[in-house]
């Protein structure tokens, strides 16, 4: 199992910009997928952004061109860099983390994007 720390979360106006961190416990060359997926009030959690240790990505078709994932393998760190934020944004946003076909989460932070 990898434990998985989020930071990042916050209050924001529409248009503005947030950068989310996800810590892992071990090597994230280890990790054979990690991403961001998020989730609304009353609304199932949805799939954000992945990257895989390959490095391909996937984006929600919502969050195209709008948000980045990245990774830092020297600080076994995700990001995601949100920008162009819109109040449909606003979620409990977890990181993940897919290692040995064993799903990771982290514990979630929250982001709120005021119009």
């Known amino acids: 199992q990898v434990q998985l720390v989020e930071s990042g979360g916050g209050l924001v106006q529409a248009g503005g910009s947030l950068r989310l961190s996800c810590a892992a416990s071990r090597n994230i060359f280890s990790l054979n997928v990690m991403g961001w997926y998020r989730q609304a009030p009353g609304k199932q959690r949805d799939l954000v952004a992945t990257?895989?240790?390959?490095?391909?990505?996937n984006y929600a078709d919502s969050v195209k061109g709008r948000f980045t994932i990245s990774r830092d393998n020297a600080k076994n760190t995700v990001y995601l860099q949100m920008d162009s934020l819109k109040p449909e944004d606003t979620a409990v946003y977890y990181c993940y983390a897919l290692r040995n076909n064993l799903s990771n989460w982290g514990q979630g932070t929250q982001v709120t994007v005021s119009s």
């Open positions: 990257s895989t240790s390959g490095g391909a990505t």
